[in-house]
């Protein structure tokens, strides 16, 4: 769905002024120095073990028809990659939940005046790219309304809440208009839901030629990026999971809410190309755009309303309620079989999806094969869990009705969650995630090859931002525009995720395909095998690692870092300062480095490491707390279901991360008394998960209970 590492302004974030030299010979974190050496040759083999010939064949069966969730097309999916896990051995299971997924059946445009014709909604087939020629599925939102509207068209720039404001301003309303809105800058479901809110009887979103056509590219066929009929699908629920199930498990007789209570559109929303977005906008008259309105094309562009007028019609099918399918494989661990890590990635799309995402199940497949040959029957400590989503695009449903579906297991055992969602569409490397699992991702990156042949995946990240000495590359926030949102926004769960970018346009497409693919993302699927290789490292070493290398200095210099800010708009609203948020970060931070002290001498000085599962096992229990304890039951004000109270997706943009949701929100909704209370709130859950630092540092230093003599 949304890549947010991937569209991030290059930088440096400041970490600490620690020599960047080999740690070669140092013992691995969470490791004993015996422990280490083979943990070390382990993973050697596994990075070694992906390969871009079985990536190309994967990547090619994937890729090569349309598969939207909910269709045959996508069951074959889930045939094809329960068959190749099986391949290896893996316990595979499918997991399917029933859901409401409306299919568009049509969709028409017109242009009504002046000059009345039929607009093209459809992309053409280009004749270099078979695929495209396939049955696409129509350029209809996901979850747009059924229904017909007619009414002068309104430009409207991105749709965001202060474009709105913005028109009110100026005396344009768009009540009983069809809004135009441009992609990009916020999530398209705040456009929809923005432009109803303000009365709109419908709204076209077009891809603009300044954000990911011609001005930035030459266009596809020729070039990578979107051309002048691109159509740009996607879902406009503001949600996550099954719109009728919120907050528990799609199973056949849970109980369904009505559409009226779902956070879904109640007017018809339709994507359409800049080539066609051109018959609406070129004639709209009446006020003059302001200042960065202005879009890409050759032509002045003016706000309306009218005198262009539009028809636009959609019709969805009479069958809304259909079955998704997550597959699920399974490696046991033997030593800590409750603790699970998983890796998953959505295995739906909007058409062929070679970018979107079987680059990144092809990773996931590849990272499998290579954990399961490194390891050569012997088991992991811990249990590993390859998934792949059905309907992500849609709202992460597949992903979401699993968590909810074994919120048991995962909330006490889930150690980590690795998300692949567009491993490949490039060779320049992004990661980001939690700030606790960002210096493993850092080190293992060092040890796997760039896709370009020279050095480390680091090395070149570094050097492509120009990253000082004592700084690292900056990762992206985990707001929550993938599948990574129920595990670390609903349940705390660590998670990280990475991919390897490049120019394009062909994002939500027909033309995301094998030809754009092999032509212009990855063509050698040398960045596919690489994020699998990466993958690989990861889930081994957090498999096997006596104590789980988060790192939460990391974790709490990085909040702290944000405090500043909190004290700003505290400020502004009258609330006082962010000073008590300060203390609390700057003593989790200390209470982290007492562990992380501890953790390192009692793995570096004993050998082996002299302390049995049980111990160990309360220990990594005690870490796990650490971001669960950073989650509340009763979730956000906005949105109950978003439990996490360190980042947000931005209930009124979507795709930008909000930091400190509750007292953002508190903040946005000017109310200082909330703002006060939900700065203690944090503050106190700051208390709580230093204090789980704390009882991992007594669990590994407590004195070892001598079993009692029984008998004589
Ligand atoms: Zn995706």
Request: proline share 7%; no cysteine; hydrophobic share 40%.
């Amino acid at each position: 769905m949304s890549h947010p590492f991937r569209t991030l302004v290059p930088g440096a974030v400041l970490l600490f002024a620690l020599p960047l030299t080999a740690v070669a010979q140092t013992p691995l974190t969470g490791f004993t120095a015996q422990a280490s050496a083979a943990q070390r040759e382990l993973e050697r083999r596994a990075i070694a073990l992906p390969s871009s010939d079985s990536a190309r064949r994967i990547a090619r069966v994937l890729s090569s028809e349309p598969h939207i969730a909910g269709t045959p097309a996508q069951e074959r999916t889930r045939d094809f990659v329960n068959a190749e896990l099986r391949k290896l051995g893996l316990r595979v299971e499918t997991r399917s939940y029933r859901v409401y997924l409306p299919h568009a059946t049509g969709v028409q445009v017109w242009r009504t005046a002046p000059q009345p014709m039929e607009l093209r909604v459809e992309e053409p087939a280009i004749a270099a790219d078979p695929v495209s020629a396939m049955p696409q599925y129509p350029a209809v939102n996901g979850y747009s309304a059924a229904g017909e509207a007619s009414g002068e068209v309104v430009y409207v720039n991105y749709g965001l809440v202060e474009d709105f404001a913005k028109l009110d301003s100026l005396g344009v309303s768009v009540k009983g208009k069809i809004a135009i809105a441009r992609y990009g800058r916020s999530f398209r479901g705040i456009k929809a839901r923005e432009a109803e809110k303000h009365g709109a009887v419908a709204i076209l979103i077009y891809s603009d030629p300044i954000d990911d056509g011609f001005v930035t590219g030459d266009v596809y066929p020729a070039g990578p990026m979107r051309n002048s009929q691109g159509v740009q699908r996607g879902s406009v629920y503001n949600g996550y999971g099954d719109p009728s199930t919120p907050g528990y498990a799609a199973t056949p007789s849970a109980p369904r809410v009505g559409t009226g209570q779902m956070a879904i559109p109640h007017i018809p929303v339709v994507p359409i190309s800049y080539g066609t977005a051109t018959s609406l906008l070129e004639g709209i008259r009446g006020t003059n755009v302001p200042a960065g309105w202005q879009g890409g094309l050759s032509f002045r562009y003016h706000i309306g309303p009218g005198p262009v007028s539009a028809r636009v019609k959609v019709t969805l099918d009479d069958a809304p309620f259909k079955m998704i399918h997550n597959t699920i494989a399974t490696l046991p661990g033997t030593v800590y079989p409750d603790e699970v890590i998983v890796i998953g990635g959505h295995r739906d799309a909007w058409g062929a999806g070679a970018g979107d995402n079987v680059s990144g199940v092809t990773s996931i497949l590849e990272s499998a094969r290579a954990v399961v040959r490194a390891l050569n029957g012997q088991p992991p400590a811990r249990t590993l869990v390859f998934a792949t989503w059905d309907a992500e695009e849609w709202g992460m449903l597949g992903s979401t009705e699993f968590v909810e579906d074994d919120s048991l297991r995962l909330q006490r055992g889930g150690v980590a969650y690795l998300n692949l969602d567009v491993s490949a569409t490039g060779l320049d490397f992004g990661a980001g995630g939690s700030p606790s699992l960002r210096a493993l991702t850092r080190e293992l990156a060092r040890e796997v090859p760039d896709p370009r042949g020279n050095g480390s995946v680091y090395a070149t990240w570094r050097a492509r931002y120009a990253v000082p000495d004592g700084s690292e590359p900056v990762m992206g926030d985990p707001g929550g525009g993938s599948d990574f949102a129920g595990f670390y926004n609903h349940f705390g769960i660590p998670h990280a995720d990475w991919g390897f970018g490049g120019p394009g346009g062909v994002y939500h497409s027909a033309y995301d395909s094998r030809r754009w693919m092999e032509t212009f993302g990855d063509t050698n699927y040398v960045a596919h095998a690489a994020a699998a290789r990466l993958a690989a490292a990861m889930l081994l070493r957090l498999a096997n690692a006596d104590i789980v290398p988060y790192d939460y200095v990391e974790f709490g210099t990085t909040m702290r870092r944000y405090t500043e800010r909190t004290s700003r708009q505290l400020a502004s609203i009258g609330a006082g300062n962010a000073s008590l948020l300060d203390e609390a970060w700057q003593r989790f931070i200390e209470r982290a480095a007492r562990f992380s002290v501890v953790r390192d001498s009692v793995t570096r000085t004993t050998a082996p490491i002299g302390y049995d599962s049980v111990r160990l096992g309360t220990v990594n229990a005690a870490l796990r707390q650490v971001e669960r304890r950073l989650t509340r039951a009763e979730g956000l004000t906005s949105r109950p279901w978003v439990r996490g109270v360190i980042y947000a997706a931005d209930v009124d943009n979507g795709y930008s991360t909000m930091i400190f949701p509750t007292i953002g929100e508190a903040v946005r909704a000017k109310d200082p008394a909330l703002a006060r209370r939900e700065l203690s709130d944090l503050v106190t859950r700051i208390e709580r998960a230093g204090a789980a630092l704390d009882e991992a540092r007594t669990a590994l230093t407590a004195p070892m209970r001598v079993a009692p003599r029984r008998g004589r």
